[in-house]
């Protein structure tokens, strides 16, 4: 664990990928009306951030596609590392 900061965070290592992949399955599940699809690579290196919140706010960003797309639009989510980033350093 990498630790706590003053507003309550919990800092520690998140499986980005593993992360998306049972969020977007999840949505598929329950959100049949749309056609999701997520795109990660194997390599995708962890990142440092509080798991639930990071979880939270991909959970909104979900939610928001569904929600103000009409039904049978695709949802593809995408996730990489941007030049230069890696790991603890960004993504």
């Given at each position: 664990m990498f630790g706590t900061s003053a507003v309550g965070?919990?800092?520690d290592e998140v499986d980005l990928a593993g992360l998306l992949r049972r969020l977007v399955g999840e949505f598929?599940?329950?959100?049949p009306e749309h056609d999701w699809s997520l795109k990660?690579?194997?390599?995708?290196?962890?990142?440092?951030?509080d798991p639930a919140r990071?979880?939270?706010?991909f959970q909104n960003l979900l939610a928001?596609?569904?929600?103000?797309?009409?039904?049978?639009?695709p949802v593809a989510v995408t996730a990489?590392?941007?030049?230069?980033?890696a790991g603890k350093e960004g993504i």
């Open positions: 965070l919990r800092f598929a599940h329950t959100r990660v690579p194997d390599d995708l290196p962890p990142v440092v951030a990071l979880r939270e706010v928001n596609a569904a929600k103000y797309s009409e039904p049978g639009t990489g590392v941007a030049d230069g980033a």
